[in-house]
């Protein structure tokens, strides 16, 4: 797998825990986006580790293509 899958184009907003950590799906292959449930395995993708700074809503990348990472950056405006 060259290219992960977009689930979606648009952000996935997740209200999150000061200090708790998530694991982001990088693949697109998971059925808990934007969390990884383990297909990612034999991708060559790893999830992403991103710990809440503040407790409220954080807007996920659910297109894959952010170049912020696990945050949307509005790349998927230009697909």
Same mark, same amino acid.
């Given at each position: 797998?060259?290219?992960? &899958?977009?689930?979606? $184009?648009?952000?996935?907003?997740?209200?999150?825990? $000061?200090?708790?950590?998530?694991?982001?799906? +990088?693949?697109?292959? +998971?059925? =808990?986006?934007?969390?990884?449930?383990? +297909?990612?395995?034999?991708?060559?993708?790893?999830?992403? $580790?991103?710990? =809440?700074? &503040?407790?409220? =809503?954080?807007?996920?990348? =659910?297109?894959?293509? +952010? $170049? &912020?990472?696990?945050?949307?950056?509005?790349?998927?405006?230009?697909?």
């Amino acid at each position: 797998m060259n290219k992960p &899958k977009m689930p979606q $184009a648009s952000p996935m907003p997740v209200n999150v825990e $000061a200090g708790k950590t998530y694991y982001w799906c +990088s693949c697109g292959e +998971s059925k =808990a986006q934007p969390f990884c449930d383990g +297909s990612h395995k034999g991708t060559g993708f790893t999830p992403v $580790a991103h710990t =809440a700074q &503040k407790d409220g =809503a954080v807007y996920f990348c =659910a297109c894959k293509q +952010s $170049a &912020k990472g696990v945050l949307c950056d509005g790349s998927h405006k230009a697909l």
